[in-house]
């Protein structure tokens, strides 16, 4: 069974820092963070393809929130800066072994985890 486990959420202040850790149970080529705000649809903000190197960013997260991976132990991180009132959501890991063509098509991620919480207040 493969397990995706979230853990770094929390509350901040606006202009703060969270880093968010994603543990997977097994290795993935693709993965990425999702986060759905309320009464909001879920939206893709970082996704890393560890075979090519590759990292993107949703525009409004460039410049402020980072993605890594450290491959040795499972684990993608997601460092957020300079928080915004609007990054308040449910944030998600999600993981495939597909290779990344399109880093935000949900219903490509065959696992997911089970979210973290992250509220940003004025």
């Known amino acids: 069974q493969v397990d995706l486990v979230e853990s770094g959420g929390g509350s901040v202040q606006a202009g703060g820092s969270v880093t968010l850790s994603c543990r997977a149970s097994?290795?993935?080529?693709?993965m990425a963070w999702f986060r759905q705000a309320p009464g909001k649809e879920r939206e893709g903000v970082a996704g890393?393809?560890?075979?090519?190197?590759?990292?993107n960013y949703a525009d409004s997260v460039k410049g402020r929130f980072t993605i890594s991976q450290d491959n040795a132990k499972n684990m993608v991180y997601l460092q957020m800066n300079n928080l915004k009132p609007e990054d308040t959501a449910m944030y998600y890991c999600?993981?495939?072994?597909?290779?990344?063509?399109?880093?935000?098509?949900?219903?490509?991620?065959?696992?997911w985890g089970q979210g973290t919480q992250v509220t940003v207040s004025a």
């Open positions: 999600a993981a495939r072994q597909r290779y990344c063509d399109d880093y935000y098509a949900q219903w490509e991620y065959v696992y």
């Open positions: 097994d290795s993935f080529n693709c």
């Open positions: 890393i393809y560890s075979r090519a190197s590759s990292i």
